[in-house]
């Protein structure tokens, strides 16, 4: 979950890595730190907090140079300190390196070197590795490294500077993201590829055991063999604009802003007149899909309340047997899958670490494994049989929001895909739901447009501690997704419940302090859901109802209404999570939080 940066070339270092390690701050901000070469020497500087007290104290050290690294740390091992922060040295400072991951056999290493007389500084597993490293080297430090990666457990991108090399930087890849940036005379690596972009577009992801050599000519790759790999450059679409703020005042409201023009994205190409058609990324034959008799989806946090929506589309949409799994849960359990089983994996970022995990279980029982992602070149994509992109752009703020509308996108189009060769959907209501489809990134932008509504809505009760989100059908999972936006950014406790199930046992917590907020569509369910709100109304709980145009009803109940343009039942998550996500972000405005790096989390969890 670290965020990691390097450079070698002609600009100064130090602002393309304090550009880089801002631009990756998202990944963690509990401190930072940077080694350069500077006048034949490393120099290292680290300090606890944000960014910019690292680079308060860079300028104030007058600090220059053409090659060094840097790092943003989310705390794993060890507390929030300096002597944690990264870059970490060996005893003689002949060798600094910084590292996302988690090295699970670092404390017996740690005790196999303090036999030999290894002194640390730190509580951290990353110090141990540069120990490790500086015993493993002879001269080659390929060779080094190909043997220090039989010798760690764990998941781990490393880049590393030698003292006696001002040349370049090294790096290392297995189960933590790292990208290659390739420019003209200058060279560059990342966790992501947000830091690249002001740069190049040009970057080569490299695989699980890879070792790089970077330097100022170019880069040189060797497999977890040692044998020599032919670069495989990939042209990055992303514009630096959409990795920028864009005059909003976080990237979380301008994310949410920009969900019309992701689901228009998404659609592109994808819908035509006579409905779905994926068979340009998808060469599956009607015979193989017939074949598959289940449906696992498996995802984490909001990935996952996407899924549990799609459940209901594809239940009712095919005839498979869908299941959905928490990603962490799906890979420790026994797993019933085999070649008649279609294995989808939803992942933003294609990094996350127990989804990654999930899949390669999956696939080793023979199912087929289908990513969706928004992240082409990401371990995910590069694992699975097929991938399905969301064409969402770089999404910064911690909390996801556009992701999570690409998301929907794509699996609703995957579950009318799936319906058509299948059989489970005529051909008339195919190219119904296909036209409403298309209208809906009007209906979510007309959505966004009424946030005045929910800033007041948030005016109201910012103060409140706890809030109850209810429910039913389509609407249950976004009800989780409300509560989950809340918590994140906010720190405001928040349950979400299907409607149901409030009278076995949420009902004991509500009284004239906890509103009770209840997403409640003009759908099927409609009277069932208004009888919970009666119910809570009864004691005394604020009710606020998101619910759609018309529904004057619904006032008669409710203390604060908002409402939504009319869609299909099936469509209606899409509209409806944008008030709630909406309301997160004005209350934790209200509440003096920091909205894009909400305290202990992290944008992409690579770590177990």
């Keep these: ?5 390097g450079y070698v070339g002609e600009r100064e270092v130090v602002d393309v890595l304090f550009d880089g390690m801002r631009r990756m701050e998202y990944r963690g901000y509990d401190s930072a730190g940077m080694a350069l070469w500077m006048e034949d020497k490393l120099e290292v500087i680290r300090e606890v907090g944000r960014v910019a007290e690292l680079e308060k104290a860079a300028h104030e050290r007058g600090l220059t140079g053409h090659l060094g690294i840097g790092h943003t740390r989310w705390a794993t091992h060890g507390g929030v300190t300096v002597e944690n922060a990264h870059p970490h040295s060996d005893e003689t400072g002949r060798f600094v390196l910084v590292h996302n991951g988690i090295v699970e056999n670092y404390l017996d290493l740690r005790e196999e070197l303090e036999h030999l007389g290894d002194r640390f500084v730190s509580e951290t597993d990353t110090e141990v590795v540069v120990h490790y490293l500086a015993r493993l080297y002879k001269g080659d430090m390929r060779e080094a490294l190909l043997e220090l990666q ?7 991108a490393l880049v590393i500077l030698l003292r006696d090399d001002p040349n370049g930087f090294f790096c ?14 200058e060279n560059f690596c990342a966790s992501d590829v947000p830091p ?7 970057v080569v992801y490299l695989d699980e055991g890879d070792i790089a050599s970077v330097t100022r000519q170019g880069a040189s790759v060797w497999d977890e063999t040692g044998s020599p790999k032919i670069l495989d450059v990939h042209q990055v679409d992303w514009d630096v604009s959409m990795a920028d703020k864009g005059g909003y005042p976080h990237f979380m409201l301008k994310e949410i802003n920009e969900q019309g023009a992701v689901v228009r994205s998404t659609l592109k190409s994808r819908v035509t007149e006579g409905g779905v058609d994926l068979s340009d990324e998808l060469l599956w034959t009607e015979e193989q899909v017939r074949s598959w008799r289940s449906l696992h989806i498996v995802a984490c946090g909001t990935s996952y309340y996407a899924s549990l929506v799609a459940e209901r589309a594809l239940s009712k949409w095919t005839d498979l047997d869908v299941r959905v799994d928490i990603a962490s849960e799906y890979r420790y359990r026994t797993v019933r899958t085999d070649e008649k089983t279609l294995a989808v994996f939803v992942s933003q970022s294609g990094e996350t670490a127990d989804t990654i995990a999930a899949q390669r279980l999956a696939r080793g029982l023979g199912a087929h494994c289908l990513a969706i992602t928004n992240a082409r070149g990401s371990t995910l994509d590069r694992e699975v049989h097929d991938t399905l992109l969301l064409k969402a752009g770089p999404e910064i703020g911690v909390a996801a929001t556009k992701t999570f509308m690409g998301q929907l996108t794509v699996l609703y189009l995957l579950a009318l895909y799936l319906g058509r060769l299948r059989g489970g959907i005529s051909a008339v209501e195919e190219v119904r739901l296909a036209e409403e489809l298309n209208q809906l990134p009007y209906k979510v932008e007309a959505t966004i447009a009424r ?23 389509y609407s249950f999972p976004i009800a989780l997704e409300g509560a989950l936006k809340l918590k994140e950014i906010s720190y405001v406790h928040a349950e979400g419940y299907a409607a149901g199930e409030m009278k076995h046992g ?22 069932k859901t208004l009888s919970n ?25 409710a203390d604060y209404v908002v409402t939504v343009p009319w869609t299909d039942e099936a469509f209606t998550p899409f509209l409806s999570v944008i008030p709630l996500q909406l309301f997160a972000y004005h209350v934790a405005k209200l509440r003096n939080c920091d909205i894009d790096k909400p305290r202990n989390l992290a944008k992409s969890v690579t770590v177990e």
């Design 506 to 527: 949420p009902i004991a917590l509500l009284d004239d302090k906890v509103p009770v907020v209840t997403v409640i569509p003009r759908d099927s369910l409609y009277e």
């Design 1 to 5: 979950m670290c965020g990691i940066v």
């Design 150 to 156: 039989k010798k760690l457990r764990g998941s781990y």
């Design 451 to 473: 946030e005045e509504s929910v800033q007041h809505l948030a005016e109201r009760y910012a103060g409140c501690r706890d809030f109850l989100f209810l429910g039913r059908g």
């Design 196 to 202: 690249l972009l002001p740069y190049t577009r040009s």
């Design 172 to 185: 290392v890849r297995r189960g933590s993201p790292l990208v290659l940036g390739l420019g003209d005379g």
């Design 533 to 557: 709100i009666q119910e809570a109304k009864a004691r005394r709980s604020p009710i606020v109802a998101i619910g759609t145009d018309g529904d004057e009803l619904l006032s008669t109940y």
